[in-house]
Structures are given as C-alpha cells and as structure tokens.
C-alpha cells in the first residue's frame, strides 16, 4: 500500500475539490441533522430549496460524469480507477458533499452493467445518470435476514409475465424510490441458494404496497413492503432464471467496499473536539474532568484510522486488479461497531446532557447529535450483513477456519 498520492492521484484530488467548492449548494455546506434523508429525498421534497439543491448538485456533477464516477464511460460513467474513486469518495465525504443516485448508481447500476441484457442497460442506465428513476432494494424479508437464502417471496411465471406474492421488510427509501430491485424464488424445490432469480419492478405496479417502519430514533428510513400478485414483465429478469442469488452477491460486493465510514468516524471525532474546545462545550462536556473520557476519545480516532487503513487496502488490492473477500467483511464490521462506539463515547462526554433529545433544547450539546446517533446506530451490527455473519466469512475465507 502507498499512502501518497502519485502527480496525476493529486491533480484529481484537487479537481474535486475545485467542483466542490465552486458547486455544492449552501444548503449541503453547513452539514444535515439526522433527519436529513439524502439526495434522493430532496429530489422529491416539499421543500423548494431541497429540491432545487439536489437539481443543482447532480447537474455540476453530471457535466463531468461524476454522478457515476465508478461506471464505464460508454455507459455514461467517469471510467475512473479504482484509486481515482477512492479519492473522489474521500473529498465528497469529507465535504459532507451528498452522493447522487442512490441505490441507482451505487448498487444496480454496476450489477446491470455486468448481468444485464442490452434492453435492460438502455432502458435503466440514463435514467439512473440524470435523477429521472430512484430505486430501492427489496431483499431482507421478516423470516430471512442474516439467511437471506432462505427467501420466500414467490414468482410464479404466468406467459410473458412473473406474478409475485410476499413481503420484504427494512425496504429503505422504498417512500422516495420509483423502481424496486429485489431476490425472489422462481424454484421453492431447489437448494435455498438456487432456485432465486433477480427481478426489477416499477414501485407503481398494481400490487405493491410500502407501509413506513419507523425506528427508535423516530426515523422513517426505511419500510416493509407487500407484494399482492404483481405482475412484472419477464424481461425484468435480471441474469439467468435460479440463478439471481449469484447477482445479488455481487452486487453487495459493491456495497461493501467504500471510504466513507472512515472519513466519517474522523469527522466526527473532529467536530467533537472542535466544540468542546468552545466556551459552551467546556461547560456542557466532562472532558477536563475525565482522564478515562479523553483516553476513550484518542482510542476513537486511533480507530478511525484502522478503519480508513481496512478500507485504503481494499482500494489498493482493487486497484492492483485483485478481488477483495473478507477484507469487505473485515472493514464493513469494523466501521459498523466503531460508529456505535463514538456515538456512545460521545454520550459519555456530555454526561447526563446526553439524556436531551430536542436538539432545539439550549442544554442539547451539539444539536443531541450524540444522543440520536447512539438511539440510530444500534442497527449497524445488523443492517447490510451482520457482525456475526461478518465473523463467519472473516474465520472461514481469512483464517481457514473449518465451518462450524
């Protein structure tokens, strides 16, 4: 691994910066409170200044094919290495620049663009690129979680078309979403792990039904979502018929290998120290008190940069064309748990402040960012692949460890 930038990594480096500072919107400058649902609620916010932000931000973006800096130029991407992306994610975060397109670009775009047909990459690729489709992720279900595998959602084909009856459940930004990527089984007789199939379908189909879930953070993120013998046109299938698991295990590789947990663990380590430098954080935070507070307060950023070390590596074997495995476990669990870890140091440094919820509440030190980011972060160790099942691919594709 070489932590230096190379002339050419440094001229990119400083382009980026160069769009931020001239395009990004003064409404993403300042930074978002936690309810702040991403680029692809302000699209479609009530709010004119929202949407008009998200508009602006995508256009700058758009003009140097950074909205999928990651794709192929043919197929309306920057075609950046590896490194190249690396260092786009790395200044966009810590911008708290917002990412364009979602699920779209981040998640189905790449997964299109290898196990789509050509219909399917023209239909769906310029309409992810401009803003015109959001799209949202149906794979978890109430039974099938950790064991995705084992999925009951049916699709039964019927002609030219799949009827699917079931439910998924923790469908996030399904509220905000026009289309909808999700795993069901095609073949209920065969092994779990065959006889599932990938499927795209229009979030309006007669048949869907997206009720919110709200979390204990008093958030709607995410929402469970009911299929009613839907039909979807057996050209959305996506990939060979039984064999979507395989294409959706690719596509959570490209979930998993990102930047931006670490960047945002500095951050926030940054910010905390930033204010309980001030004379409100002096008299709001325990920091001069507690020589144990500080101490769990440098271990935190010295985590920090383990996690930004995991994630530097993984860009590094991609970038020397090797494949990561568990080295996407290892940095996804570990960013998981250390968010949950600063949040509650963070608790710890304001004391029983720490128990004011309103962030309007002249006593709520920093907004109660800490206080909501501890209630919010509880589901990291679960959501896109838990701890446990992070340890199992760690001990058994890293350490050769036997199956238990």
Known sequence: MDWNDTNEQA????????????????????????????????????????????????????????????????YGGAGLTPMEQFIFKQEMTGANAPAVGGMGVQMLGPTLIVHGSEEQKAEHLPKILSGEV?????????????????????????????????????????????????LVRTDPEAPKHRGISFLLMDRQTPGITVRPLINMAWRHGFNETFFEDVRVPAKNLVGELNRGWYVGASLLDFERSNIQGAMEARRTIEDLIDYAKTDEGREQSRLE??????????????????????????????????????????????????????????????????????????????????????????SNTIAGGSSEIQRNVIATRGLGLPRG
């Not at 409404?27 to 949407?51: F, H, L, P, T």
């Not at 039964?156 to 009856?165: K, L, M, P, S, T």
């Not at 930004?173 to 999700?182: M, Q």
Request: glycine share 8%; aromatic share 12%.
């Open 289 to 378: 008190d507690s020589v144990s507070i500080r101490h769990e307060l440098a271990d935190g950023y010295i985590e920090s940069e383990v996690q930004y070390n995991f994630s530097f590596r993984i860009i590094s074997m991609q970038n020397a064309g090797m494949i990561p495995n568990y080295e996407a476990s290892t940095a996804k669990m570990f960013a998981s748990e250390l968010r949950q870890r600063l949040a509650r140091t963070g608790t710890k440094v304001f004391g029983l402040n720490s128990n004011i919820w309103d962030r309007e509440n002249p006593r709520a030190p920093m907004g109660a960012s800490f206080t909501r980011t501890y209630v919010s972060s509880l």
């Open 134 to 182: 959001a799209w949202c992720q149906g794979y978890s279900e109430p039974g099938s979680g950790s064991d995705l595998a084992s999925l009951q959602t049916r699709a039964v084909r019927d002609g030219d078309e799949f009827v699917i009856n079931g439910q998924k459940i923790w469908t996030s930004g399904a509220h905000t979403a026009d289309w909808l990527f999700a």
């Open 11 to 74: 001229a990119f480096r400083g382009e980026v910066r160069t769009l931020i500072e001239e395009k990004l919107p003064e409404r993403y400058r300042a930074g978002m409170d936690d309810d702040y649902g991403g680029w692809q609620s302000d699209r479609k916010s009530d709010d004119d200044e929202a949407r008009q932000s998200a508009i602006e931000w995508a256009d700058a973006l758009a003009t140097r094919g950074w909205v999928a800096p990651h794709w192929p130029k043919e």
